[in-house]
């Protein structure tokens, strides 16, 4: 029971390192804007900050609560807090009942959530440095994080399109010790 509880949090707690290890590498490494190594398969290394979501969405964004002006990164950060928050209290709470993919999916986005909220609370941008682009095609660059989350909700999508599956301790199954 208790591996069904820290595999996850251990995941996660990696890629956070990972991922700000990785930012403060290209930061230290690779001049803002420079578009520095080619990796193959379309993939660069490209340093940029990103003070908004996916895409730069909200970016601009700017909410007055009484006498505090916040704007959307500071939001961003406190809603990637509150949805780590809320992941840890679902897998202390459920984790007899999920499966492996269930788990890790969390740990991902758990991981990729924290990762970013580190960026926007302490710098009040995101580092970004993965670059794909192909021809005209250019995809907007993201960091291990964005990965972590985009690959997480994949996983979670693909287990709940599969439903209950044997694995869970929900149908008498013994659980992970």
Known sequence: MRARI???????TALV???????????????????????????HLTHTRNPGAAFGFLRDFN??????????????GLLN??????IVVYLV??????????????????????????DRLRLGYVIDFIHFQ?????FPVFNVA???VVIGAGLLLIAAMQGPR??????????DR
């Open 166 to 175: 044997p694995g869970g301790a929900a149908e008498g199954s013994a659980p």
């Open 93 to 118: 709470r459920q984790a007899a009942r999920l499966d492996a993919v269930t788990r890790i999916g969390l740990a991902l986005v758990l991981g990729g959530a924290i990762g970013n909220a580190i």
């Open 134 to 138: 192909v021809g005209a095609f250019d």
């Open 63 to 76: 909410v007055i609560v009484g006498p505090v002006l916040i704007d959307g990164t500071v939001l961003l």
């Open 17 to 43: 390192a990972v991922d700000q290890w990785t930012k403060a590498w290209v930061v230290a490494t690779i001049p803002l804007g420079v578009r520095e190594a080619s990796l193959g398969l379309g993939f």
């Open 81 to 86: 807090l509150v949805v780590s928050a809320a």
């Open 146 to 148: 964005d990965a972590s």
């Open 6 to 12: 820290l595999t996850p949090l251990a995941i996660a």
